[in-house]
């Protein structure tokens, strides 16, 4: 096992802790873990969020608020996050849809969200449905500015791809790693020319256990908040089983220990850029 300590690309990183949501407008102290530390968190009367770790409630920690979370920093932070610039578009709904706890690594997680392929399988009648099991060939690219592994031109039939979907559609997908714990999935929205936005932003708790933090960024008018979170909710429910029973729960970076299908491409690239970055906890290296 690696401490977050021994491993600069771990630590010295913004990670995601709470959305605002949950924290706004109360005054309670919260709990969680992060890297294996215990931390607690508050707003506070001003709206200021504290984050500190536990028995150092004097020393406030490196924190950021963004994209409707927070983000906190346990070595030195970098100067700025990824960009996400349609979470400011107006006319957006941005939406946090529930955390949930998963006993994997934060890698595996998010070569899960990027994997088409076990749509039909996982997701059956959702997000996919036999016989339409095909990935279809698509780009990826690991691009340097910004740094990030990007999948464009990516197509799945999908019976039912969004909450207001009635019929099957040929979803259009774009897949963002702009951050080594955290995904973006760009797909066709209901207003022409524009794309609606799934997030997933993973705290690693442990090595092998994470909380993955799920929101929305669409256009959408005729769905209740209610009816978006228990959508994600039943997506990531479906998941969370999945990802458990997976073997090694680190993400075997060497390519020679475990080979991805042909169709995952993304998994390939991604698994490329955080061994380039020389990423060691949560993984498997060697
Ligand atoms: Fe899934």
Redesign the pocket.
């Known amino acids: 096992m690696v401490s977050a300590f021994q491993d600069p690309v771990i630590l010295n990183q913004w990670h995601p802790i709470s959305s605002l949501e949950e924290i706004n407008p109360s005054e309670k102290t919260f709990q969680t873990l992060l890297l294996d530390e215990e931390i607690l968190y508050k707003m506070d009367k001003e709206n200021k969020v504290l984050v500190w770790r536990k028995g150092s409630r004097d020393e406030n920690l490196p924190t950021k608020l963004a994209y409707g979370f927070v983000w906190v920093c346990l070595g030195n932070p970098p100067e700025t996050l990824f960009l996400f610039p349609e979470f400011d578009e107006p006319n957006r709904k941005n939406k946090a849809t529930g955390v949930i706890g998963v006993n994997t690594s934060a890698g595996r997680a998010i070569e ?2 990027c ?1 088409m392929g ?2 039909p399988y ?2 059956k009648g959702i ?1 996919g449905e036999e016989p339409h099991t095909e990935v279809k060939n698509y780009d990826v690219e690991i691009s340097d500015e910004p740094d990030e592994v990007l999948a464009t031109n990516c197509k799945f039939f999908q019976p039912r791809a969004n909450v207001t979907s009635t019929k099957g559609v040929d979803a259009d997908y774009i897949y963002r790693v702009p951050h080594i714990n955290c995904a973006l999935l760009y797909k066709s929205s209901i207003v022409a020319g524009k794309l609606d936005v799934i997030v997933l932003f993973v705290q690693p708790m442990r090595e092998e256990q994470i909380r993955a933090h799920t929101a929305m960024c669409i256009f959408d008018d005729s769905s209740t908040e209610k009816d978006i979170r228990l959508f994600q909710q039943l ?2 429910g ?2 969370k089983p ?1 990802l458990e029973n997976q073997h090694p729960k680190r993400l075997p970076l060497n390519p020679r220990m475990e080979t991805p299908i042909r169709a995952d491409k993304t998994a390939i690239s991604y698994r490329r850029w955080l061994l380039n970055k020389g990423l060691k906890y949560g993984t498997v290296a060697n």
Request: glycine content about 0%; cysteine-free.
């Open positions: 899960n969200f994997d076990h749509f996982v997701h997000l997506i990531f479906q998941d999945i």
